[in-house]
Every structure is written in structure tokens, then in C-alpha cells.
């Protein structure tokens, strides 16, 4: 159980361009879902929660115009990278709270999406 | 914000041995994560641990909540080279929502 899907998992764009990352909880309702973005040889960096309904919260100095998340559903979120440049390029990775709340601040992990601005 | 100081940054040993490494922080948590990660891959969940003294095992991996609430390891015993990888330790404080704090992980080369 607790599966998390993204799709896709590598993108290269054009500079300017727009791309769509989709997560997806497989096996159970997501209220919470979280997008992460992962440099090279570091850890985690938070860029925005999402719960489905309601508007994303964004950490500090992440834009939320540039990157778009939507939760419309329990099960997907989306992130979209908005004008991408060369410097986001980077490992985005989301995850996903179990809603069933069995206690828990446990995340699952979708497997993350290389994305290549060219 | 919040961090956790999470050591070894990184770890060479020879298979079969085992391994120990360890978070600390400086505000109390009421909840702590491990997590292993491959090369392109998403983190996987290894053991969640909810109590103070909590000891969790997972067949060679075992960790563990510390008694004051401010640190946890994780030990592998017998290392295999599919331990290669980094770990990260995470940690969820009541003043964070349901955010977690991220360890800067332990990356573990295993020798065979």
C-alpha cells in the first residue's frame, strides 16, 4: 500500500515553456500532498503544501506564480513549472499524507521527475 | 528553518559490517522517519518511529526515538551491497502543520 505515482518522470523543455508534473496516490486518499525539490547530493527542499481544495502554501522565497500547484482531487496534484529557465532545472519530487490518518506525518514518496530546461 | 543534524554525512564500509548513524535536533519531535533513497528514485519510507524509547525493526534495519525526543538512529546490521544509498532521518515537530524536517542524509557505499 501507500503508493505514489508521477508522471513524467524526465521532461526536457525549451526555455519559455511551460511543463505539467502530475502525482498521483494510487492506494489512498491523499488530503495532504507536498512538492519538493532535490538538488544535486542534498536533501529536500519543501517548496509548497497542497491540500485538495484549498490553495497551496507555499514556503518562503518560492514563487507561486512561477510554479503552480493545484490539488483538485484526494488522489492527484499537479505541479506546473511556469516561463521555465535553465535554472530550474532540477529533481522535483512529490509526496503524499495518508488522509485515513492513522496517527500519522508519514510521507510517501512519488518516484520524482528530472526535468531538463534547455 | 528548523534542521536536523543528521551524521555521518557519508559512510564507506565493507559488506557485512554494520552500520550506525544518527539525527539530532534541537526541538523536541513527536515523530521521526527514516528514509532511503536510490540514485533518480524518490525516497522510500524505512521505519516510523512515534514514541520516546521507541525501538522498530525492519529486518537488518533498526532504529530507534530517542529518549528526550531531540534525536533517533537508524543501525543496519549486515550490510548487503543493496544498502547502498542515502538515508535521510525525518522529523515532525507540533508547531510545523504537517511539514516534516529533513536530515542532510547519510550517503552509504557498501564494499563487497
Known sequence: GAVVSQHPSRVICKSGTSVKIECRSLDFQATTMFWYRQFPKKSLMLMATSNEGSKATYEQGVEKDKFLINHASLTLSTLTVTSAHPEDSSFYICSARDGAGRSSYEQYFGPGTRLTVT | ?112
Open chain 2, 1 to 112: 528553518g528548523q534542521q536536523l543534524n543528521q551524521s555521518p554525512q557519508s559512510m564507506f564500509i565493507q559488506e557485512g559490517e554494520d552500520v550506525s548513524m544518527n539525527c539530532t535536533s534541537s526541538s523536541i519531535f513527536n515523530t521521526w522517519l527514516w528514509y532511503k533513497q536510490d540514485p533518480g528514485e524518490g525516497p522510500v519510507l524505512l521505519i516510523a518511529l512515534y514514541k520516546a524509547g521507541e525501538l522498530t525493526s525492519n529486518g537488518r534495519l533498526t532504529a530507534q526515538f530517542g529518549i528526550t525526543r531531540k534525536d533517533s538512529f537508524l543501525n543496519i546490521s549486515a550490510s548487503i551491497p543493496s544498502d547502498v544509498g542515502i538515508y535521510f532521518c525525518a522529523g515532525h515537530e507540533e508547531t510545523s502543520g504537517s511539514r516534516l524536517t529533513f536530515g542532510e542524509g547519510t550517503q552509504l557505499t557498501v564494499n563487497p
